[in-house]
Structures are given as C-alpha cells and as structure tokens.
T-cell receptor, first 114, second 113 residues
C-alpha cells in the first residue's frame, strides 16, 4: 500500500499566523483527502484535494480558511490560515489506494495554537 | 449521503470478557465498511473492512465484524478482551459516489483487570 510522509509532525503556532502542512505519497494516487481530528473527537473530512483544480470542501469548511493545493498526483498541501486556539487539532492526510476499499492515512500533524 | 452511527461513546469491559462495539450504517445499497483503531497519541490503524465478499470479516488482533444487511449493522466483536485493546475505535463507511471515507463518532474502549 502507499506510504505517506506528512510534515510537520507537530507545531505550536501563534494565533493569527498560518501553517502549511505537506503530504507526500510514494506513488501516484487519484484521491487525496484532508481530515481534522479535534481533541477527543472523531475525524471530520475537510476537503478532497483535486489534482489541477480547486479542492472540494465539506460543509463548514471554506477555502479562505483552509486553502489546499495539489499540483500533481503525489503531493498536496493544506494551509490553516489566520489560526485561533480553536484550530488546535490533529490534521491528517489520507489517500485512496483502491477504489472505495483501501485508504491509507498519514501519521498526522498535531497543531497547537497559543 | 452515507453515514455511520456508533452507539455508545464509552464501553468498559473486564479483561477476558466479550467486546462488542456497535456500528450501524445508513445506505440503500451495500456500502464498504471499515473499523479503525487509534491508540493514545498514535495514528489510525485498519482493523478490518467489508467489501461485499464474506459477511463475516476477520481482522487483526482477534477482532471480527459481521455485516448484517437486514439490521444495517457492522458490529465489531472480540471474544476475550486484553488490556492492550484499550483504545478508540472508529467505524467508517466509503461513499460509493465520491469515494470519501466518512467516520462515526468513535467508541472509547476501556479494559479493567
């Protein structure tokens, strides 16, 4: 299955700043996703990262707050903009390795906003 | 849209007792279903998945789940709990139209000696 490298693994950021998280996959994949896991909560899908076009955002998430890039089939970035303490979460990259039946997750980025 | 419901945010069992974690899905067609485990401060690990083959699915660490279409359920079981099974368990469903993976709210399993 695909191997995902997600960076950084953790960061502590000042409110009002932005952080860009990188997701690198060792093989070409069609579907890439970004999730958020707030403290003590489940995983919530932020958006589907589309190669060569704008990401598809889930209800409650907007491009201005979470801009996503996907320049090719192996790489994507998620930016958390104008951060507040409420953005403190684990952010995870995921790829679909087999249509509908196989998913791989990165190890996550643990973000703390102070 | 596909969704899953996990009944019980917390489940406590004694070591050696049966583990039963409940998951119900909402779908008019048989979906692809998954169980993931997350140990404290760790990433997600796939326990097992149902992809329309056998209805009884065996996973890692002695866990298994049975797909029951009549009950729209995919409950996770383990005959005998170990202390090391204490973790958060997530049921998830794959949306066949968009290939998105949608998670339930999770169940925290505690195992007492």
């Amino acid at each position: 299955s695909a191997v995902i490298s997600q960076k950084p693994s953790r960061d502590i950021c000042q409110r009002g700043t932005s952080l860009t998280i990188q997701c690198q996959v060792d093989s070409q994949v069609t579907m890439m996703f970004w999730y958020r896991q707030q403290p003590g909560q489940s995983l919530t899908l932020i958006a589907t990262a589309n190669q060569g076009s704008e990401a598809t955002y889930e209800s409650g998430f907007v491009i201005d707050k979470f801009p996503i890039s996907r320049p090719n089939l192996t790489f994507s970035t998620l930016t958390v903009s104008n951060m507040s303490p409420e953005d403190s979460s684990i952010y995870l990259c995921s790829v679909e390795t087999r249509t509908g039946t196989g998913y791989t997750f990165g190890s996550g980025t643990r973000l703390t906003v102070v | 849209a596909q969704s899953v419901t996990q009944l019980g945010s917390h489940v406590s069992v004694s070591e050696g007792a049966l583990v039963l974690l409940r998951c119900n899905y909402s779908s008019s067609v048989p979906p692809y279903l998954f169980w993931y485990v997350q140990y404290p401060n760790q990433g997600l690990q796939l326990l097992l998945k149902y992809t329309s083959a056998a209805t009884l699915v065996k996973g890692i660490n002695g866990f298994e789940a049975e797909f029951k279409k009549s009950e729209t359920s995919f409950h996770l079981t383990k005959p005998s709990a170990h202390m090391s099974d204490a973790a958060e368990y997530f049921c998830a469903v794959s949306d066949g139209d968009t290939d998105k993976l949608i998670f339930g709210t999770g169940t925290r399993l505690q195992v007492f000696p």
